[in-house]
């Protein structure tokens, strides 16, 4: 119940800023998710849940992080927020 909680307002708070940027919405459900691996950290896996990574746009993606993996200092062409579900 506790993860379906997190999931549910990691969307929510996820949704506010991609209904101001386009008049849609879309709703995806924690079992519609599809997981990769990520190719350059090992143990790293996301999900592109809208937008295209490869362009200078809105992109919402979840990720998920093995324990104590420090992110290296990186940049982005597009706007990244980031919410911790669990962990520190």
């Known amino acids: 119940m506790k993860v379906r909680l997190l999931?549910?307002?990691?969307?929510?708070s996820c949704?506010?800023?991609a209904l101001m940027a386009q008049?849609?919405?879309?709703a995806v459900r924690a079992d519609e998710i599809v997981w990769q691996d990520d190719t350059t950290s090992k143990g790293v896996q996301?999900?592109?849940?809208?937008?295209?990574?490869?362009?200078?746009?809105?992109?919402v993606t979840r990720v998920k992080l093995p324990p104590n993996f420090k992110i290296p200092?990186?940049?982005?062409?597009?706007?990244?927020?980031?919410?911790?579900?669990?962990g520190a």
Do not use: C, R
């Open 46 to 59: 996301f999900a592109n849940l809208l937008g295209d990574p490869s362009k200078a746009e809105l992109v």
């Open 7 to 12: 999931l549910t307002l990691a969307a929510i």
């Open 15 to 17: 949704a506010v800023p």
């Open 73 to 86: 200092l990186h940049t982005h062409p597009w706007a990244e927020v980031m919410t911790v579900l669990s």
């Open 23 to 26: 008049d849609t919405m879309k």
